[in-house]
């Protein structure tokens, strides 16, 4: 009598439902640490709500908080350090290295799922890429807490410097953006040490491993290793919104007395251009936004929106997907009937996933906004600051109108579901929902007769 075969528990799960799954267990165990008394500092108390909310923010690498980094005790802040750090990398990458320690094989269907973590495109070459992944991760944070020590130290002693150092190289880098300072980095406005540092992690880690890699591998040997038509689009990309972000953010703000007007001209710069990369789901800030004119605002807003790249550690319906709309957009307007980027043909199965993507988020980002206008019980909160507040947890930015403190519980659990939706990806949770994808068995006839615009 043969014993009928048991599949492993994780294995039944599809690589979208298995992240989901990770990241919701993660958050919950980073809830329940963060709640505990010894997770904060003397004299203040963090609830199981607020714990909750803020687990999230880590792991999301969003940035929006609840109370300042002093609420929480030393090891209260390295969960929320720890938390950032898997976030950034994935959960199911940090089981991938725990599996090479353990010297163990793994399976196609693991790395089948890996390869979706991490946006790689060639399922055989995961192994490679994951450990180029965690050394050019390391190499960075490092190398970006020892620029910033040179500013922290002098300022704040060996202990604290190198601490704010290294948290603000790890927080850069993962695209989180929770303070470190009250203000954020407001007192570094003029100062290009820090905030081009920041910004420099920011950039590498929202531009996505795979193009990071491509590009220096690109730069060895041009010849044999070429850039591929995905990393070719999110530079341009990116290139092409820092570039508008900081031409209008300074001439939105360059009067503004608020923010960039009290500054000389080489410092509003460097303020306008800081502003323009961290909307790519960063979260930091040197200028309050909560004085800068409504134009700013709603350009932040899509920038927030757009976010960072493919495979990188930010946010946001992400640079590909809004290149092939454009790209999509513009063929069909010169009465093309393909898609075509760098002299080569997009497919018509990744133009509906760029449209798919950008609906249900758009869907998402505005029933949330809604129920939070709904719930809003802040006399102080208006339509900016919600709506603001709303993009941003989507986006898994951080950034807000100093607007977190005053929502309420249930506006609180609406924008924690929100930054692990954002986090996940609308598409990626929709998958993760609808289960396995199933054969169709009729075709149906085309119908031609719908009117379109």
Known sequence: MTRPVTRPLLSRFSAPQLIALSFAVTILLGGL?????????????????????????ALCVTGLALFDLDTFSLGGQLVLLLLIQVGGLGIITFGTVFA???HRRLAFSERTRLTQQVSAFNVNSVMGLIRNIFLYTAVAELLGAVLLALRFVPQFGWGRGLYASVYHSVMA??????????GGLMNYTRDPLVSLTVAGLVILGGMGFLVQLNV?????????????????????????????????????????????????????????FF??????TAGFNSLDYELMRPATLLLTVALMFIGANSGGTGGG?????????????????????????FERRIPQETVLRALTVTLLSALL???AFLLLLAMNTS????????????????GTVGLSMNATPDTNDAQRVLLTLLMFLGRLGPLTFAVAVGGRPRPQDVSYPPERDILIG
């Open 365 to 367: 980002v505005n029933v």
């Open 275 to 280: 502003q323009s990369v961290v909307p790519r």
């Open 173 to 182: 880098f993962n695209n989180a953006g929770f303070p470190f300072f009250h």
């Open 379 to 394: 006399p102080r909160l208006d339509f900016l600051h919600l709506f603001f507040e709303t993009v941003s947890a989507f």
């Open 33 to 57: 640490l963060l709640s505990l008394p010894p997770a904060h500092a003397a004299g203040q108390t963090v609830g199981l709500l607020d714990a909750l909310f803020m687990a999230t923010s």
């Open 100 to 102: 090479f320690l353990a």
């Open 216 to 272: 220096i591998a690109h730069l060895h040997s041009p010849r044999q290793n070429r850039l591929l038509v995905h990393s070719k689009i999110a530079l341009v990309t990116m290139t092409a919104l820092l570039l508008l972000g900081t031409v209008f953010i300074a001439v939105f703000e360059w009067n503004n007395p608020a923010t960039l007007g009290p500054l000389p001209t080489g410092d509003k710069l460097l303020a306008s």
């Open 317 to 341: 319906i992400k640079t590909g997907t809004v290149y092939v709309m454009l790209a999509s957009a513009w063929s069909m307007v010169r009465g093309r009937a393909e898609t075509v980027a």
